[in-house]
């Protein structure tokens, strides 16, 4: 995994998971990460992301820094809407 360190930029890289898969293998071309597994990620809130229209952006960095075993951050945003519980309406 030494090879992620080389794709590590002090500006956000926003990408999707297509996006992120394609950069990663010019980084690793032997990856066996796929675009299922960043959704994955990415929907269980693994990997923090923002929403852009019916895109889930995320960094590039903090997918790479999670991958070497760096911070393991959950995003506030995905666990908000998968609590589970349906809310109670006031009238």
């Known amino acids: ?10 500006a956000p890289k926003m ?4 996006q992120a ?3 990663l293998k010019r980084v690793d071309p032997e990856t ?7 959704r994955r990620m990415i929907s269980t809130g693994e990997i923090p992301f923002v929403r ?8 590039f960095n903090v997918l790479c820094d ?11 945003q995905s666990t908000e809407n ?3 519980n349906i809310r109670r309406i006031l009238r």
Not at 1 to 10: D, G, I, K
Not at 15 to 18: L, V
Not at 32 to 38: D, E, G, H
């Open 21 to 23: 898969i394609e950069e």
């Open 1 to 10: 995994m030494t090879e992620l360190n080389s794709c590590r930029v002090s």
């Open 82 to 84: 998968r609590s589970g």
């Open 32 to 38: 066996a990460l796929t675009v299922r597994a960043v």
């Open 66 to 76: 999670y991958l070497s075993g760096g911070s393991q951050t959950v995003s506030t």
């Open 52 to 59: 852009v229209g019916n895109k889930f952006l995320f960094d």
């Open 15 to 18: 990408r999707t998971a297509e």
